[in-house]
């Protein structure tokens, strides 16, 4: 079965074509974040417009690089939600439109799902049951996952995201948009044990987290440090420092916490933050002296992508009984709860 898979839920364009028995055999993606730059985030009616820009380009590109032609395509897989409202309603239209014209089925794809089955398309790639460890800018949750569509929540941040805690902070510290990014190369020049900050909830006997109080604690000290635009270049990066590893320390000690309490020895990692160097070292080192394996999915597909879409809806249309019904009609859910999902 080949599945085109679009992914339009923020600002990030992703079109790819996945095949059940070659594996991904397409992929590409345009991202908005030059144009977002200007305003310091991303703003959803210029994000939406420029998906209608790019989805048709994007596919006929993806075609393309497969070398096959719409017709071979047996199913397609779009972004029903979370996201933005309108950038859903872009890739949603589109691929409602195109399977009306071809008469094939199609699937809505819950964005986290998405993310948390992208190390599946690694090599090694885990296998069921294990646990999800979901980081990004709108997200960070520790899922147990028993198989598709069986997924429970174990815990999550209580306030704000990991990844939105890394933007949060990168602005105080005046650097650039997109601010996670920025702010961990700057974290790679930074003096280990200059500042220390807390580590929230690590100790809390849970699996819940918090990381708002984090941005304040960068505050504070940079207002000590006679305030963000007085700082020089390397106490910045020692702040960044800083902050990248309570960061970590408290999503390793969850992660490591999930494991034990549930007793899998498996680990997967998904979302952008999931591409976070100093992430990816202290969780494989530490999960190792536990016996257990950490699995992340390719830098390529940390980011919002289309291969994820439409490997989760080759997975959910492989294992249906009936494929869904081709009646032209489809809606968007820009709050969706991951456990609210169809189970297969």
Known sequence: ??????????????????????????????????????????V?????????????????????????????????????????????????????SLAFALDKPTIGIHHLEGHLLSPLLATPAPVFPFIALLVSGGHSQLMEVDSIGQYKLLGETLDDAAGEA?????????????????????????????????????????????????????????????????????????????FQAAIVDVLVGKSLAALDQTGHRQLVVAGGVGANRQLRESLSREAAKRRATVFYP??????????????????RLKAMKALPQKNGSFTVQPRWDLQEIDKV
Request: charged share 20%; aromatic share 6%; net charge negative.
């Open 298 to 315: 390719p830098l390529e597909f940390c980011t919002d992508n289309g291969a994820m879409i439409a490997f989760a809806g080759a997975m």
């Open 1 to 42: 079965m080949l599945v085109l898979g679009i992914e339009t839920s923020c600002d990030e364009t992703g079109i790819a074509l996945y095949d059940t028995e070659q594996g991904l055999i397409a992929h590409t993606l345009y991202s908005q974040v030059k144009m977002h730059a200007d305003y310091g985030g991303v």
């Open 166 to 242: 890394f933007d949060k902070t990168a602005k105080l510290l005046g650097l650039g948009y997109p601010g996670g990014p920025a702010l961990s190369k700057l974290a790679d020049q930074g003096t280990p044990g200059r500042f220390t900050l807390p580590r929230p909830m690590l100790n809390s006997g849970d699996l819940e987290m918090s990381f708002s109080g984090l941005k304040t604690a960068v505050l504070t000290l940079t207002r000590q440090n006679g305030g963000a635009t007085l700082l020089d270049d390397q106490t910045k990066a020692d702040i960044a420092h800083a």
């Open 44 to 96: 959803p009616e210029l994000a939406s417009r420029d998906h209608i820009r790019r989805v048709l380009p994007l596919i006929k590109q993806a075609l393309a690089q497969a070398n096959l032609r719409l017709d071979d395509i047996d199913a397609i897989a779009y972004t029903r939600g979370p996201g933005l409202a309108g950038a859903l309603l872009v890739g949603a239209s589109v691929a409602v």
